[in-house]
């Protein structure tokens, strides 16, 4: 079959920024770190870029050496681990939008570079865990805008790179994406623009997850690019 005419039926999301709203989370957890190891505190405004990277560029003006870095990091991610989500945290038709790709025989998945254990309870207490196939973390892996997550993604789904899409508000996740040879389309709800988007290798960029939905329930279809 021509790849053009093959259907894509692998959907792979992003997490933080993409399906659930967790800036306020993450910051306060940096912030009680911060406070446990009496480090001086930093703006919103400055870990808000960060959020989606690798955990430790939020403590990176610090200067930690190894093992420093490696402590500061399970005391957020234990932090982190006890904020309570709820489905308030997902972004605006982020429920529709999954029922309408699994409604159309969308296999989905989330690849991110949180800790598995992290996701997994961030997607169950948003109430929607039991709409993904699976989980890719990013504990074991190179983070994005590494491939390593995406090709995981296409691993555990039995599924090629030619099949499948990612969506994602990072121009990492782009990266990521277009290294594996898998499609990405972005959503402008995180730090980066349209531009920044596109540079990384985005397909197609919209608005929001909202703006996503209402282009497929109204005839655009992944497969018209």
Same mark, same amino acid.
């Given at each position: 079959?021509?790849?053009?005419?093959?259907?894509?039926?692998?959907?792979?999301?992003?997490?933080?920024?993409?399906?659930?709203?967790?800036?306020?989370?993450?910051?306060?957890?940096?912030?009680?770190?911060?406070?446990?190891?009496?480090?001086?505190?930093?703006?919103?405004?400055?870990?808000?870029?960060?959020?989606?990277?690798?955990?430790?560029?939020?403590?990176?003006?610090?200067?930690?050496?190894?093992?420093? +870095?490696? %402590?500061?990091?399970?005391?957020?991610? #234990?932090? &982190?681990?006890?904020? $309570?989500?709820? =489905?308030?945290?997902? @972004?605006?038709?982020?429920?529709?939008?999954?029922?309408?790709?699994?409604?159309?025989?969308?296999?989905?998945?989330?690849? +991110?570079? %949180?800790?598995?254990?992290?996701?997994? #309870?961030? &997607?169950?207490?948003? $109430?929607?865990? =039991?709409?993904?196939? @699976?989980?890719?973390?990013?504990?074991?892996?190179?983070?994005?805008?590494?491939?390593?997550?995406?090709?995981?993604?296409?691993?555990?789904?039995?599924?090629?790179?030619?099949?499948?899409?990612?969506?994602?508000?990072?121009?990492?996740?782009?990266?990521?994406?277009?290294?594996?040879?898998?499609?990405?389309?972005?959503?402008?709800?995180?730090?980066?623009?349209?531009?920044?988007?596109?540079?990384?290798?985005?397909?197609?960029?919209?608005?929001?997850?909202?703006?996503?939905?209402?282009?497929?329930?109204?005839?655009?279809?992944?497969?018209?690019?």
């Amino acid at each position: 079959m021509n790849k053009s005419n093959l259907v894509k039926n692998l959907v792979i999301f992003d997490l933080d920024g993409t399906l659930v709203n967790t800036i306020d989370q993450i910051c306060n957890a940096v912030y009680s770190t911060r406070e446990l190891f009496d480090f001086a505190q930093v703006s919103k405004e400055t870990l808000v870029p960060k959020i989606g990277l690798a955990a430790s560029e939020l403590f990176s003006d610090l200067n930690l050496n190894n093992t420093e +870095t490696v %402590k500061v990091v399970d005391t957020f991610r #234990k932090h &982190l681990g006890n904020v $309570k989500l709820s =489905e308030l945290n997902l @972004f605006p038709c982020v429920i529709d939008l999954l029922n309408l790709l699994i409604s159309r025989n969308f296999i989905l998945s989330v690849g +991110t570079n %949180k800790p598995y254990w992290i996701a997994d #309870k961030t &997607l169950k207490e948003c $109430k929607i865990r =039991e709409k993904f196939s @699976f989980v890719v973390g990013g504990e074991s892996l190179p983070l994005k805008p590494d491939k390593a997550i995406i090709e995981n993604c296409l691993k555990h789904s039995n599924t090629t790179a030619a099949a499948a899409i990612m969506i994602g508000d990072r121009v990492e996740d782009m990266h990521a994406a277009t290294s594996a040879t898998v499609v990405a389309y972005g959503v402008l709800q995180g730090v980066h623009d349209e531009n920044q988007l596109f540079e990384a290798g985005a397909k197609k960029v919209f608005l929001d997850i909202s703006d996503l939905y209402e282009s497929l329930v109204t005839g655009w279809n992944f497969e018209d690019l």
